[in-house]
């Protein structure tokens, strides 16, 4: 979602934290959420604010972070920032600060452990934060279980008064269900002065973003605050449970907006797991046991599964069923049918009216329209052309081991594989030709020819009795 305001916005994401009680080698914000880290996750919910620049607070396995954020970056400006000793939020935020130059704007600072939150939310936060021309706006959530939250102190008037860290709650301060899930927008550079002058007396001796809230009413500062429409969009990520908790959470409001906004099927919701980044047409069927993640679009009137796995960039045209079939990185047309038991590779493009048999492999190959691959075969760096049809156990033998090297194959169109072929690749199979079963072709095969290469058959009369005389044992007298 984008914003309305007209001034400039920046986004401050904190990814310091270790994350101690996920109790992993891995960095909290690298953990995974239905095909994407956490950290992926909310810097996609930014993103579409199409901030200015987006700032990383990293500490805690700092450089794996930033290998992986350069690996993975966002779609606008982004840098990153060390903050070590990790001395608490209003620590982090001042380390973005030298960055921040002659900026002047809103800074929307979030943490880097809520994989659910939209950028909807966070456009809302933003435009209501500079439609009141509040110098510090924040996010509040009301909660059943306030667990490790800061509490919300309002005046009598409703007003935020202050945010006190769970630590520091008094005995009354603990019953208060409305909670600070740590999102925030900071006018710039308005608020430089109270970021400079906070102070770590609290028992944890770390500096408090929450302490700005009050450090503005001082100031006599506009205050705003919105609470969130459903607390489960800022769930924090501490532990593997409540990893695990956001990942059904995340799957639930995606089965349900498939099943009532697009008109979709979801035979078993308990077995079956989908990430928002999937489009699946109308009429389309899933059956349990599905696992669908990545940027995925299905057409209208398929099925798939049960039991299919599909990860990556994944387009499936409209009637096409996919059965108990592994299908990363490919692009499928109409009126397939695949499966049971196919892996379908990366850099793979199936053309309409196709078959892709069970135990089939295709990796880096394009099929046109109306050719089979049915059975137990493997196709590799290969073109294969229209109403093709490849035997049982045909195999393109594309790499030479030798060499490292990886050569291609080339089937034109009509052309057929008996079944137990093995193409060596580099290797072309003309218009209408037909390698003969059991043939291991290593050359060109012209136009409407027939290869054969294999040992011509003998029979040998007799031969099993004979065998079975040597072999049997001596009598014993």
């Not at 901030?51 to 993975?72: M, R, S, W």
């Not at 908790?245 to 995340?250: F, G, S």
Request: aromatic content about 4%; some cysteine.
């Amino acid at each position: 979602m984008t914003t309305s305001s007209k001034a400039p916005v920046r986004a401050v994401i904190l990814a310091a934290g270790q994350g101690k009680r996920m109790k992993s080698a891995r960095a909290k914000v690298l953990h995974d959420v239905l095909g994407k880290s956490i950290i992926t996750r909310i810097i996609d919910a930014v993103d579409s604010l199409k901030p200015e620049k987006i700032h990383v607070v990293i500490g805690h396995q700092a450089e794996a972070v930033e290998n992986y954020l350069l690996a993975n970056p966002a779609l606008y400006p982004f840098s990153t920032h060390l903050q070590s000793p990790q001395l608490g939020t209003g620590h982090a935020l001042q380390q973005v600060v030298p960055d921040l130059g002659d900026f002047k704007g809103t800074l929307l600072v979030t943490v880097g452990d809520t994989p659910l939150l939209s950028g909807k939310t966070l456009g809302e936060l933003v435009t209501r934060h500079q439609a009141e021309h509040a110098a510090v706006s924040l996010l509040t959530a009301v909660v059943d279980d306030a667990k490790k939250y800061g509490r919300i102190v309002r005046d009598r008037d409703g007003s935020v008064l202050k945010i006190v860290e769970d630590k520091d709650t008094s005995d009354l301060e603990k019953h208060i269900k409305e909670v600070n899930p740590a999102i925030y927008c900071f006018e710039w550079p308005i608020i430089a002065k109270g970021l400079e002058s906070l102070r770590n007396d609290n028992q944890q001796k770390e500096y408090y973003l929450t302490d700005l809230i009050a450090w503005a009413r001082a100031q006599n500062l506009i205050v705003s605050s919105s609470i969130v429409g459903d607390w489960r969009e800022v769930i924090g990520i501490n532990t593997r449970l409540e990893l695990v908790e956001a990942m059904h959470l995340m799957r639930d409001k995606v089965l349900t907006d498939l099943s009532l906004e697009s008109g979709v099927t979801i035979i078993d919701r308990a077995s079956t797991w989908i990430s928002p980044e999937v489009e699946i047409g109308e009429d389309s069927v899933v059956l349990p046991g599905c696992h669908l993640t990545g940027e995925i679009k299905i057409g209208r009137d398929c099925v798939i599964g049960p039991h299919t796995v599909m990860q990556g960039k994944v387009v499936v045209g409209n009637r096409t069923v996919i059965t108990q079939s592994l299908v990363v990185n490919t692009q499928l047309g109409d009126d397939c049918r695949v499966g049971p038991y196919a892996h379908l590779r990366e850099h793979t493009l199936v053309a309409d009216k196709c078959r892709v048999g069970n135990f089939v492999e295709l990796k880096k190959s394009s099929v046109a329209s109306n050719t089979n691959v049915s059975h137990l075969s493997y196709i590799g760096d290969a073109e294969l052309g229209s109403n093709v049809n490849i035997g049982a156990g045909t195999i393109t033998a594309n790499y030479d081991h030798s060499t490292g090297i990886k050569s291609g194959t080339v089937i034109a169109d009509g052309a057929s594989t008996g079944s137990n072929s093995v193409l060596v690749a580099p290797i072309k199979l003309g218009k209408q030709s037909v390698v003969a079963a059991g043939t291991v072709a290593t050359k060109d095969v012209p136009d409407g020819a027939l290869a054969v290469a294999r040992v011509r058959q003998e029979n040998k009369e007799g031969w099993s009795s004979r065998k079975k005389g040597k072999t049997s044992a001596p009598s014993v007298s």
